[in-house]
């Protein structure tokens, strides 16, 4: 027994060490603490101490198992739990905290101090939005914003009680940009509304109790209505597929993402998680489309199945405008050429949740416009002005240093302050509804290969300038378009 009890208390600190059993890590974000350096300083003034004890917290032995451990106890015999962004509705539904935010009214005050300052930032940002539609319809391509279900609107009476959450005074996002962008002319397509009035008219689940997304195979009958959507608003013809039988398996985890962060042993609730693959109908005569999307994690749902049947020529993704995903190239959405991507794209898709239409705008929207219509990549031009500039360089090193940030960091965030004024200024410039007429010097003169066509034939044209960029990547913008036009001429 001596042994034993030896052992087991001992039995940690050697996993610790050695790390000899390789066990799966907690579902969550967790950052990375370095082992603490003892110096004197540090020690005298108990900051080693308190780094240790972060430390040995985060790497203790078998930390991947005995939390889950505790946290099973807490929730069987206390209904507890250690996430303080999810929290427990009736019936077991779980919702994150923001969307109690959005659905009680506080979420604006997150961003703002007033409904009525909440309001001039949605009318800012549906404007620029209705921009970007419009001058990207002078190269061919096709915008439309989507607005993603939320859980807390489409199954409100599970909702926890709102005395802790509700702020009166705020405005909701969906319903405010709903609104606008339908007296504007944006196209959008407002999947919220659909999902309500799916609600008790279909036989699969639109959202799983332990899940913050719609369910993966809402998300894959919807890919239906996204398609046709595009083919409404592009007039092209996509190709069309079919739904297979349901199946059921094991689930994925985004159908019980917020239940993972609890990190138990067992699930919550035992259901039958259904899910549906699609098979693509041949069609030689549909066209095969760039795809771009810039959004959030509902993306990866509705648009898997899309992919693998290979529906469209290419899908990259923007996740929050910063990550590039399914395109060969630069990981970083930053250091791309966003005047480029989006010449080369035939649709570009704004898809948001409601929670994170707040923040429309995410550092993308606004660079955009200023980029097609005054100066090539309109954010990196004044990252470099600034890299430069030896006193504002200077300045920044020193707001850095206070700030405890990198000079990089610094730099990237005045640059998005700076874009932030110059897109009031333009707004300030132009009436409502009256788009910018200025245009970047490189493409300026490429709408005229654009006039008069087709639909179609403006996606031939866009098909054969990827195809002719790709081997002839020394040319300019203008000279591919121009290639592109004369050969489509010359096989008409």
């Given at each position: ?5 030896i052992a087991i208390l001992t039995l940690p600190t050697f996993q610790q060490l050695t790390r000899v ?300 405008a910063k990550e590039v995903y399914f395109d060969p190239g630069i990981f970083n959405a930053y250091e ?106 490189r493409i300026s003169s490429i709408s005229k290969y654009f006039d008069g066509k087709t639909a179609y ?36």
């Amino acid at each position: 027994m001596f042994v034993l009890v030896i052992a087991i208390l001992t039995l940690p600190t050697f996993q610790q060490l050695t790390r000899v059993f390789d066990l799966k890590g907690l579902n969550g974000f967790n950052d990375p603490v370095e082992v603490p350096k003892l110096t004197y300083e540090n020690y005298v003034t108990g900051k080693f101490q308190s780094q240790v004890d972060e430390y040995l917290n985060m790497n203790f032995g078998f930390r991947e198992r005995l939390i889950p451990l505790y946290n099973q106890y807490a929730w069987d015999f206390y209904k507890k739990t250690e996430n303080n962004g999810v929290f427990f509705g009736k019936d077991n539904w779980l919702y994150f905290y923001e969307m109690l935010q959005d659905q009680y009214e506080s979420l604006t005050y997150k961003y703002c101090s007033s409904g009525e300052e909440m309001a001039q930032t949605f009318e800012r940002d549906a404007r620029m939005v209705y921009y970007l539609q419009e001058i990207l319809k002078e190269y061919g391509t096709t915008l439309f914003v989507c607005i993603a279900p939320s859980k807390n609107e489409v199954f409100p009476e599970f909702l926890p009680e709102n005395d802790r959450f509700n702020h009166e005074g705020g405005v909701h996002a969906d319903e405010f940009y709903v609104k606008r962008f339908t007296e504007l002319g944006v196209n959008f397509l407002d999947l919220n509304t659909y999902y309500k009035s799916l609600k008790g008219h279909v036989d699969y689940p639109l959202f799983y109790k332990a899940g913050s997304h719609y369910s993966h195979i809402a998300a894959t009958y919807t890919s239906d209505t996204l398609v046709k959507y595009m083919e409404a608003v592009s007039g092209l013809d996509i190709k069309d597929f079919s739904f297979d039988e349901p199946y059921v398996t094991t689930p994925q985890n985004i159908d019980r993402d917020m239940e993972n962060l609890y990190n138990l042993m067992r699930p919550i609730e035992r259901v039958d998680y259904q899910y549906v693959n699609i098979t693509p109908i041949p069609d030689s005569t549909s066209a095969k489309l760039r795809w771009l999307t810039i959004g959030d994690s509902f993306y990866w749902n509705i648009a898997e199945k899309i992919r693998d049947a290979g529906l469209f020529e290419s899908t990259p993704f923007w996740y929050y405008a910063k990550e590039v995903y399914f395109d060969p190239g630069i990981f970083n959405a930053y250091e791309r050429n966003v005047v480029d991507e989006l010449l080369e794209a035939d649709i570009v898709t704004i898809l948001w949740c409601p929670i994170n239409l707040y923040a429309l705008e995410h550092n993308f929207i606004y660079n955009a416009v200023l980029s097609l219509c005054q100066v090539e990549n309109y954010r990196n031009n004044l990252i470099d002005v600034i890299h430069n500039s030896e006193g504002w360089y200077n300045d920044e090193i020193e707001k850095a240093a206070q700030r405890n940030i990198t000079v990089e960091e610094m730099i990237k965030t005045d640059a998005d302050y700076m874009i932030n004024q110059h897109t009031q200024t333009l707004l300030n410039d132009h009436a409502e509804k009256e788009v910018p007429s200025e245009r970047n010097p490189r493409i300026s003169s490429i709408s005229k290969y654009f006039d008069g066509k087709t639909a179609y034939e403006k996606y031939l044209l866009k098909r054969k300038y990827r195809e002719l960029k790709k081997t002839n990547g020394d040319k300019t913008t203008e000279e591919l378009f121009e290639e592109a036009s004369k050969s489509l001429m010359a096989n008409a």
